[in-house]
Nanobody, 119 residues
Framework: QVLLVESGGGLVQAGGSLRLSCVAS????????IGWFRQAPGKEREFVAR????????YYADSVKGRFTISGDKTQNTAYLQMNSLKFEDTAVYFC????????????WGQGTQVTVSS
């Protein structure tokens, strides 16, 4: 079992920045990839970014490419999402997720952190 806890959300003006953190605990050795997802009111959850926990390779949704940066610190079991040039449409609950080396599926999810961008 892997436990994920997000933090760092809040209210920011358009054009501003926030950094989200995701701390993993438990069977962290089983983590293959950590990703960030978001869900806006009335919309389905969507993929934002992911990082391969061992190799560090990253991948982004087109909507955030060039503005968001995902990174991971294995020594701290923490993943980050640096969000710059925030837009109103980035407003959502942001979730951290982890896939395991066994299933390669998003088996573990955090509780989410709210990001609100005012226009």
């Amino acid at each position: 079992q892997v436990l994920l806890v997000e933090s760092g959300g809040g209210l920011v003006q358009a054009g501003g920045s926030l950094r989200l953190s995701c701390v993993a605990s438990g069977r962290t050795f089983s983590i293959y990839t950590i990703g960030w997802f978001r869900q806006a009111p009335g919309k389905e959850r969507e993929f934002v970014a992911r990082v391969n926990w061992s190799a560090g390779m990253t991948y982004y949704a087109d909507s955030v490419k060039g503005r968001f940066t995902i990174s991971g610190d294995k020594t701290q079991n923490t993943a980050y999402l640096q969000m710059n040039s925030l837009k109103f449409e980035d407003t959502a609950v942001y979730f951290c997720a982890a896939s395991s080396v066994v299933t390669s599926k998003w088996d573990y999810w955090g509780q989410g952190t709210q990001v609100t961008v005012s226009s």
